[in-house]
């Protein structure tokens, strides 16, 4: 009776700690509150703004294989989407607060080819990767700036068999090339240096993260919201873990 008093009490103990300790965690030089509520049913969630373009995939006309396509009439199939942009906010905190060793939270996203239209004109996709980077260049102004710093996450797409008006694509766009208004990819969290915190497979069909993106005044540029939920670190959990061994061992060799 008490050893199981023992134990009890060291539980309480333990776990007031470790609450005390989980309202702010640091990974990757990154701080952040793991069960921050945005108001939905995920505990992480931030804006965003990017930039985006068109890699020719196929020469034709002016144009050559590996050229930047901003005018989004020329895309045509085998080409690949490409773009950067920065997170303005992460769990309502600014760069300033959220950056601990870091000025910013950049990202890429490539590879993301176009395979076919659909009769209704939308873009079906195949392939494509992600990441984020814990930048302390300040702002990107290109898809180089944003990702020559510490990979924070890196994403890779979950194919969404809805997308695409149903054909299935790893982004689903609401309109065609050129007047596609939204659009929205599912991501994995696959490495990076806060992996460990996002590796959930919460999501939708077993993603980590979810991208949603809006047009702005071109097809160049707009803004986005990627969400998902987080956990506390898990060296913070071991740890607490190992302490209620010990204190279990340390009570059973007092009885």
């Not at 990757?28 to 373009?53: E, K, L, M, R």
């Not at 050229?67 to 989407?81: G, H, K, M, P, Y």
Request: some cysteine; overall charge negative.
């Amino acid at each position: 009776m008490n050893l199981l008093k023992t134990i009890a009490a060291a539980s309480i103990i333990a776990f007031a700690s470790f609450g005390a300790n989980a309202s702010q965690i640091t990974s990757g030089g990154v701080t952040w509150d793991p069960d921050f509520d945005n108001g939905f049913a995920s505990d992480f969630i931030s804006n965003g703004y990017y930039s985006q373009y068109y890699v020719a995939g196929t020469a034709r006309g002016t144009i050559e294989v590996g050229d930047r396509i901003t005018n989004f009439a020329d895309v045509t199939l085998e080409d690949t989407l490409q773009g950067y942009g920065y997170l303005t906010d992460f769990n309502a905190q600014s760069p300033a607060q959220y950056c601990v060793t870091c000025e910013v939270l950049t990202f890429t996203f490539t590879d993301f080819k176009l395979e076919a239209l659909t009769g209704a004109g939308a873009p079906i996709f195949s392939g494509g990767s992600a990441a984020v980077y814990a930048d302390t260049g300040g702002l990107p102004t290109s898809y180089a700036s944003a990702s020559d710093d510490l990979l924070w996450l890196d994403l890779v797409p979950v194919f969404n068999p809805l997308a695409g008006d149903g054909a299935g694509s790893t982004i689903d766009v609401a309109g065609t090339i050129t007047n596609g208004t939204f659009a929205n990819a599912y991501f994995s969290v696959v490495g990076g240096l806060a992996m460990s915190n996002f590796d959930t497979n919460g999501e939708l069909f077993g993603s980590d993260l979810n991208y949603n993106s809006v047009r702005g005044g071109s097809n160049a540029v707009g803004s986005l919201v990627l969400n998902g939920n987080t956990i506390p670190e898990p060296t913070s959990l071991a740890i607490f873990g190992l302490g209620l061994l010990g204190l279990a061992g340390a009570a059973r060799r007092k009885a």
